[in-house]
């Protein structure tokens, strides 16, 4: 792993681990085979803190933005990740310090990305084919986690 690893998420196969790494190097997200222990892959991500989730056919991970206010998604293939789409949450020229996403994870139905917009207080929900915020609401001070039941 990288400097601070910061979150991990084991593949759908349970083959690899994906690791989030923040500290003093650049944030990154890299793929370690639980086998061998090395890592067999890793991309740069603009920011992150915390969150990982995948897609249930595990060929997505979704990634929580920190300052960016966005989710990455990178795209999962034979051991290799490559960036993929961004979800802005609050548009670059509009961001504000609060605008800071946290976890992020995969609704039960496999469609609906949830994010916690940290010091906003809110959840925002992506649907992820179209990329587009659908919904968002209120919580209770500072949605660190997310957690379905």
Same mark, same amino acid.
């Given at each position: 792993?990288? +400097?601070?690893?910061? %979150?991990? &998420?084991?593949?759908?196969? #349970?083959?690899?681990?994906?690791? &989030?790494?923040?500290?003093?190097?650049?944030?990154?997200?890299?793929?370690?085979?639980?086998? +061998?222990? *090395?890592? +067999?892959? *890793?991309?740069?991500?603009?920011?992150?803190?915390? #969150? &990982? %989730?995948?897609?249930?056919?595990?060929? /997505?991970? $979704?990634? #929580?933005?920190?300052? !960016?206010?966005?989710?990455?998604?990178?795209? $999962?293939?034979?051991?290799?990740?490559?960036?993929? @789409? +961004?979800?802005?949450?609050?548009?670059?020229?509009?961001? !504000?310090? *609060?605008?800071?996403?946290?976890?992020? !994870?995969?609704?039960?139905?496999? /469609?609906? &990305? $949830?994010?916690?917009?940290?010091?906003?207080?809110?959840?925002?929900?992506?649907?992820? *084919?179209?990329?587009?915020?659908?919904? !968002?609401? @209120?919580?209770?001070? @500072?949605?660190?986690?997310?957690?379905?039941?």
């Amino acid at each position: 792993v990288d +400097t601070f690893p910061m %979150a991990s &998420l084991p593949s759908k196969d #349970g083959r690899v681990l994906f690791v &989030l790494n923040g500290g003093y190097n650049p944030p990154s997200v890299g793929v370690v085979d639980i086998a +061998t222990g *090395q890592m +067999t892959s *890793q991309v740069r991500v603009p920011d992150g803190w915390l #969150g &990982l %989730a995948m897609s249930p056919d595990g060929k /997505r991970l $979704y990634v #929580g933005g920190g300052s !960016q206010a966005s989710v990455f998604e990178l795209e $999962y293939e034979n051991g290799t990740l490559k960036n993929g @789409r +961004t979800f802005e949450i609050v548009p670059k020229e509009k961001r !504000q310090h *609060q605008d800071f996403v946290g976890d992020v !994870q995969m609704g039960p139905d496999g /469609r609906l &990305l $949830y994010v916690s917009l940290m010091h906003r207080d809110r959840i925002i929900v992506i649907n992820t *084919q179209s990329g587009r915020v659908i919904e !968002q609401w @209120r919580t209770g001070r @500072r949605p660190y986690r997310i957690l379905f039941p």
